[in-house]
């Protein structure tokens, strides 16, 4: 495992933008046109998004997070990416440390779109 380095300092006001929320995985498709992404529906409660993650390779069967909750950045400007919108960005555990990336979910069930922080 590699361990990343600690980010620079930053003022919790900045933090604060950050809107991080539950949301639950509805679908996952995939992207023929990406050797690394899916497009996820995810359900927050009182909207749904679309987004893409790059988890094709990680995982056998990206279709197994179906159902899961996790956390979600709803607030980002949506970014194209192969020809598709992605409207969020899930948080996932892992990554930044080349190991085999899993979801970032809540210790039990909560109602979709609740805010974390």
Known sequence: MKISPVKPTMPFEELEKIDIRVGRIEKVEDVPSSDK???LTVNFGSFKRKILV???KER???KEIE?????FVVNLAP???MGEVSEGML???GYANEITPVLAIPEKEVPDGVAAG
């Open 67 to 71: 159902g899961k909750q996790a956390l």
């Open 60 to 62: 056998e069967n990206p």
């Open 54 to 56: 790059g988890m094709k």
């Open 91 to 93: 948080f996932d555990i």
């Open 79 to 81: 970014r194209k990416m």
């Open 37 to 39: 992404l899916v497009k």
